[in-house]
């Protein structure tokens, strides 16, 4: 809670300064024909996180109960090196507009700071059975998986709030997971997926109360790749620091962890992962590339039927815990009732999904 609360304070407190800067340099989302705002609106909040991460990571490695793991603090390190190259990248899109293949060649170098630090896949879970990985693989994977996290934050970043708010749920999620294994298994609590996963949760909520509708400035590029990032590295921190014979012993009637390390990233990313899936699908079938930006993402369909902005993005919320939350509530429990509420919450949330509504209002300022 401690960690959190610095996370979030910091980037509430640093996102004033990071909006000045972005007015200065003219770093501003312009209004085009694909967009939802209505006037320009600054950027580069994503460097306000990255003081709220900078700030978690130096407490914790102060705390007792997390400074004292040389892993976590190792990993913390790199990791955060590398969210600062993926901000940096960013920051230059957000200001200059990088090619496709400038963007795609920063991501790599930033998740390879990861690697070369030994912040890899190092295996998959399956039920009963675990594959280890080999370096080669090892490397492939985390890239990879880093690379794609980092583009789908980036393509569900579309509403006032979006991408922070489903950012924050799914963290909470994957962190709730985490510390439940390493409870009932009885390992070490102190993890860097806990530690991360508390961070970004922390900064997407400091972040919030700017980027709420009506939002005074935007994450940017530079926001949505570290995010993207931190989400990717918590996952893949696991694989470093959980036993994996842990995982496939679990005897505690209705825990089955060892169906979640290869379910719950997914989940947890559900929705900007299927937004990224569905645009590829898209833009291929219609002949162009998959970083072709239009204007019929998820966000935009809940507009056309008659969403308002934030109603669209509660709804993307509530999507992202009944598919994150659920599938940790079902597959930890033995009770079949667990299954049927999460069916019926999910039935009622695609009715008032689909339900129309009156016309979308405009952004103000």
């Known amino acids: 809670m401690l960690v959190l ?29 694909r967009d939802v705002h209505a006037v320009p609106i600054p950027y580069l909040g994503g460097l306000a996180m990255l003081a709220g991460v900078s700030a978690a990571f130096l407490l914790a490695g102060q705390l007792p109960f997390l400074g004292e793991h040389a892993v976590v603090t190792h990993d913390a390190q790199a990791i955060l090196l590398a969210g600062a ?38 295996w998959i879970a399956l039920p009963n059975r675990i594959f280890a990985l080999d370096t080669a693989t ?31 749920i799914g963290a909470l999620a994957f962190f709730s997971y985490t510390y439940l294994l390493a409870w009932e298994q009885e390992l070490v609590r102190a993890t860097t997926a806990s530690l991360i996963t508390v961070a970004i949760a922390g900064v997407c909520i400091g972040f919030l109360p700017h980027n709420f509708y009506p939002a005074r400035m935007f994450m940017g590029d530079s926001g949505a790749l570290l995010l993207g990032l931190l989400m990717a590295a918590s996952t893949i921190s696991l694989t470093g620091q959980i036993d994996p014979s842990a995982l496939a012993g679990a005897g505690r009637a209705g825990l089955l ?13 559900a929705v900007p992962f299927l937004d990224l899936v569905l ?25 056309e039927r008659g969403h308002s902005q934030p109603r669209a993005a509660v709804l993307m919320y509530l999507w992202t815990a009944l598919v994150a939350f659920g ?10 009732w667990v299954l049927v509420v999460v069916l019926v919450v999910g039935v009622l949330l695609a009715f008032f999904s689909m339900r129309t509504g009156g016309v979308s209002p405009q952004h103000h300022s």
């Open 257 to 269: 962890p060892s169906y979640l390390p290869i379910i719950l990233p997914v989940a947890v990313m």
């Open 327 to 336: 599938v940790i509530a079902i597959v930890l429990s033995a009770n079949w």
């Open 138 to 168: 090892s490397i492939l994977v985390t890239v990879a998986f880093i690379f794609l996290c980092a583009n789908a934050i980036n393509f569900v970043d579309g509403l006032d709030g979006l991408a922070a708010g489903v950012t924050a």
């Open 279 to 303: 645009a590829y699908a898209r833009r291929t079938m219609a002949g162009t590339w998959w970083f072709v930006a239009d204007k019929q993402h998820l966000h935009h369909r809940l507009l």
């Open 85 to 122: 190259v993926i901000c940096a990248v960013g920051v230059l899109d957000d200001i200059l507009e990088l090619s496709a293949l400038a963007k795609a060649a920063g991501q790599v170098l930033a998740a390879g700071i990861v690697v070369m630090n030994g912040v890899r896949a190092y």
């Open 5 to 33: 609360l610095v996370a979030a304070t910091t980037t509430y407190l640093v996102s004033g300064l990071a909006r000045r800067i972005a007015l200065k340099l003219n770093a501003v989302a312009q209004v085009r024909d």
